[in-house]
């Protein structure tokens, strides 16, 4: 992702995010829901190629 792209995905998705979020001592919520979100994607990434394997063969 271009770094204008990720800058203006980063502005957009932080107006939506409580302020709260922000507060000392909440970044470890953030870290924990980032971190889970991408196991989520890294496991439906894993699915998608397996359907697509299948799929080719």
Known sequence: MSS?????AWMAAS????????????D??????????AE???EMNRRKQDEI???LR
């Open 15 to 26: 107006r939506r995010m409580p302020r709260a979020m922000f507060l000392p001592g909440k």
């Open 53 to 55: 394997k299948g799929f």
């Open 40 to 42: 989520e994607m890294t």
């Open 28 to 37: 470890d919520v953030v870290h924990d829901l980032l971190a889970f979100l």
């Open 4 to 8: 204008s792209r990720s800058s203006s």
